[in-house]
């Protein structure tokens, strides 16, 4: 059983390991309304990676009842406060291009860019739009 719970991935909660600076331990993150809540457990303070582990899961699972947000371990896609009015697509004014995003089958995060300069803006925004389509639609279909 233990084993089953360290090999798994868990939602919001992500693993560090930085030698050159000796930190091990797990980063928990929870967004909810717009506001972030994060906390990080050392393997050290909490007597080891399992009980770390656990000690973080403990803490997401609360604050996420503190808060009133549903537990759940899909990855859900929402509707962004964009300008381009299409999900997964926002325009980068700093950098001059498209960004788009999406979530893969797996729960996977995937993200790309089209340069306005290269393609022309009415251009770059077809082509994320059109990668936005392929990538939920692969993520729907497969």
């Known amino acids: 059983m233990a084993k089953k719970v360290m090999l798994e991935k868990h939602k919001d909660v992500a693993r560090i390991d930085q030698e050159d600076k000796r930190t091990h331990g797990w980063y928990v993150r929870v967004r909810f309304q717009g506001t972030t809540h994060s906390k990080f457990f050392s393997d050290g303070k909490c007597g080891g990676r399992y009980s770390s582990l656990l000690a973080a899961l ?17 990855h859900l896609v929402t509707v962004s406060n964009t300008t381009t009015g299409v999900v997964g697509v926002r325009f980068n004014e700093k ?14 995060q995937g993200k790309t860019s089209v340069s306005v300069n290269k393609n022309g803006k009415e251009k770059a925004f077809q082509i994320a739009c059109e990668i936005r389509k392929t990538k939920e639609a692969e993520r729907l279909n497969a």
């Open 58 to 74: 403990t803490w997401r699972d609360t604050m996420e009842i503190k808060l009133g947000k549903v537990r759940t371990d899909k």
């Open 95 to 108: 950098l001059n291009r498209y960004e788009v995003s999406w979530v893969n089958r797996l729960g996977k």
